[in-house]
């Protein structure tokens, strides 16, 4: 049974009008949806590695500058390679950053609390790492999805989240909403060709 598993995070649509290459092309509304994404993700590899409060939003906020100044640089130039992945060695330089910042400002405490969160910094994940889709990616198909549901019929859509999320069979879909098996599948298909190519290279 077809389900949103379906969906190959790391594949591309090929498409030249992706978010991110409306991004790469510096379009103000690309910026504000990538934003609206990634900036949770960003925020909960930062908790993860301790931070809070102004500590998390002053990471955060150099981790989306550097995005501003590079992203027109990124490229998908070996197998693996993702703009979240792009992202997370971003943040992950960024804290390590930071943790050496509070080092030197605690000079004389070897085992202070900054050298021990320093430690903790997760490295870059392995090229060649399974094919999976993890709670984060779940978390960013769910926004993106969000993002682009004012965009189909709420019959659509009701075919598209029933058979691509919920795992129903096409034929009962269609019997609930007086469809035909094969204008479901249609559905199904129209949004998750729209989710691919919202997202493009950006998982």
Not at 42 to 63: E, K, P, Y
Not at 154 to 182: C, H, I, Y
Request: some cysteine.
């Amino acid at each position: 049974m077809n389900t949103l598993r379906d969906l190959d995070p790391h594949s591309s649509s090929g498409t030249s009008r992706s978010l991110l290459a409306r991004v790469q092309a510096d379009e103000p509304r690309a910026w504000d949806r990538l934003v609206n994404l990634y900036a949770p993700l960003v925020l909960r590899w930062c908790r993860r590695s301790g931070l809070q409060g102004t500590d998390a939003a002053d990471v955060f906020q150099q981790v989306f500058q550097a995005v501003v100044v590079n992203v027109g640089g990124f490229r998908k130039e070996r197998h693996g390679d993702t703009f979240r992945g792009w992202l997370r060695r971003i943040t992950q330089n960024k804290l390590r950053d930071h943790f050496r910042r509070l080092g030197r400002e605690t000079r004389g405490t070897g085992g202070s609390s900054a050298q021990q969160r320093l430690a903790q910094v997760p490295g870059p994940e392995p090229v060649e790492a399974p094919i999976t889709i993890d709670i984060d990616e779940r978390s960013l198909f769910a926004r993106a999805l969000a993002q682009i549901r004012a965009e189909f019929a709420p019959r659509t859509w009701s075919a598209f989240w029933q058979t691509a999320v919920e795992g129903r069979a096409a034929k009962d879909v269609a019997d609930e909403l007086n469809m035909s098996p094969g204008a479901v599948r249609v559905a199904k298909s129209r949004v998750l060709h729209r989710l691919r190519q919202e997202l493009g290279d950006l998982l």
